[in-house]
């Protein structure tokens, strides 16, 4: 609507048309009478309404409400077949594809490895192949969820790819990503435009876990918050006034890297992929801990798996370490002294405890593995409050959801005694493939803005 005059009736029918569009999508089926006085109009301008919005194929009839007969009584919802969009999740072992229609039901979803996992390298083959190898597989991903949706590639309006790091806008280099091989060519996006003919964009993959919670979680109408992303890596995603914050390069939320009491300080961080967060709150850390108290884990599972699932199992073990014994604290720990065992970082052992932890007992192995994850965690959360000062905290990622309330609350406690502005902190709610969520409502926003833009439109 750029440079249209305000008030004119084509641009007042188009401002009507997508507020009926956007009922009709948060609330589902309606029938025009409803329409009418949701958004205020006549019954003769909805009625006009719909059935411009059905000439231009962007709703459908699905039926009539029951004991309700009449023209009025027909129910109109949003025709899912009016766009689709798609979006392709890429990690260190899997590229996951999924297909949305306009109404944001997914259709169809594609797996297969990321190279150079799913392929082995040939003899004299050179890393030119790896990168071919990413834009390839990424293209077989799209049609194969599309072919599982039921649609041609050619349908998709539009794609977004979510990947660790971010592609420079300058130089359209994937950084701050090197553990993921075969994505660093300067010509990659050249490649996957040229083989996928359809609009791209492209994000870091917390910043689309953070488009996820506003849309849909637990961030929904936050204008300001920060969401903390804790998987195989740590990230953050920094929305300040409804927008995504990105950095000149793409970098703004790569915390990994910052510097935080306790840890050595990291040099040249982007070399070694990694930094004092990183290192002082990140799955491999719990590892460290766990092989320190003396905790078992599954050592097939990979890395944030292990990190994930001693979380977890500590949160229920823990219940039973805080009960008191007459023996003393029945806490399965072996240290010969009252005091919980040293951390190794310089972060405070046993801090933020449940409030009823009893005055002088010692934590146990299990409990103390969630305080020092508490702890650290709280460490870079106070640094990014120092600096943001956001409305709310969003704590997202298997290993930081695998805690639950228990550890949000630990986390919580901590980083209140750790800050003067005191943020509320909650848990992620969209944890099922929430970054190919985020990308497939990334892609929506922009598409449905383009579909339901009526002003070319003719009133009947």
């Known amino acids: 609507m750029a440079g249209m005059t305000p008030g004119t009736p084509r641009v007042l029918r188009a401002m009507n048309d997508r507020a009926a569009l ?17 958004t205020g109009l006549s019954k003769p301008t909805a009625s006009q309404l719909l059935a411009r919005l059905e000439a231009a194929g962007l709703v459908v009839v699905t039926g009539r409400s029951e004991g309700r007969p009449g023209p009025n009584a027909q129910l109109y919802a949003v025709n899912p077949h009016a766009a689709y969009v798609a979006g392709v999740d890429v ?4 590229i996951l594809a999924g297909v949305a229609d306009i109404t944001g039901r997914v259709t169809g979803t594609f797996e297969l490895p990321t190279p ?3 392929q082995r390298r040939r003899r004299g083959q050179g890393d030119e192949q790896h990168r071919q190898s990413a834009a390839e597989c990424v293209v077989r991903a799209v049609e194969g969820a599309a072919k599982a949706a039921g649609v041609h590639r050619s349908e998709l309006h539009r794609l977004v790819i979510g990947t660790p790091g971010a592609f420079d806008p300058s130089t359209g ?14 010509t990659l996006l050249e490649e996957l435009a040229a083989a996928l003919p359809i609009p791209l964009d492209y994000d870091n993959d917390v910043n689309l876990v953070a488009v996820a919670e506003q849309q849909s979680g637990a961030a929904k109408g936050r204008e300001d918050f920060v969401l903390l992303w804790n998987e195989q890596g740590i990230g953050a995603a920094l929305v300040i006034a409804g927008r995504l914050h990105r950095g000149r390069t793409g970098g703004a939320g790569e915390v990994g890297f910052l510097p935080v009491p306790g840890t050595p300080l990291v040099r040249d961080p982007g070399h070694v992929n990694s930094g004092g967060f990183q290192a002082l709150a990140g799955a491999g850390a719990v590892l460290r801990w766990a092989h320190e108290l003396g905790l078992p884990y599954d050592p097939d599972a990979c890395l944030h798996e292990k990190a994930a699932g001693l979380v977890s199992r500590a949160v229920v073990a823990a219940e039973g370490e805080r009960a008191p014994s007459a023996d003393g604290p029945a806490d399965g720990n072996e240290h010969g002294t009252g005091n919980a065992p040293a951390t190794g970082t310089g972060v405070r052992a046993g801090a933020g405890a449940w409030s009823d932890r009893r005055p002088g007992s010692r934590p146990g192995p299990n409990s103390e593995l969630l305080h020092r994850f508490a702890s650290g965690t709280a ?5 990014m409050v120092s600096v943001l000062d956001p409305q709310l905290i969003v704590l997202s990622g298997g290993v930081l959801t695998a805690g639950g309330e228990p550890l949000r609350e630990l986390i919580q406690a901590e980083l209140d005694e750790l800050t003067v502005p005191r943020p509320p902190l909650l848990l992620g709610t969209v944890t099922e493939h929430p970054v190919l969520h985020g990308a497939l409502q990334s892609a929506l926003i922009t598409t449905r803005d383009e579909v339901f833009d009526t002003t070319a439109a003719r009133a009947p």
Do not use: N, Q
């Not at 956007?22 to 949701?38: A, Y």
């Not at 990690?91 to 899997?94: D, E, F, L, M, V």
């Open 22 to 38: 956007d009922l009709l999508l948060s609330e589902g089926p309606l029938s025009r009478g409803r329409i009418g006085k949701l």
């Open 91 to 94: 990690t260190t072992s899997r």
């Open 116 to 118: 150079p996992h799913g």
């Open 173 to 186: 280099r994937l950084r701050y990503a090197s553990h993921l091989p075969g994505w660093h060519s300067p």
């Open 379 to 383: 460490v870079g959360l106070a640094a």
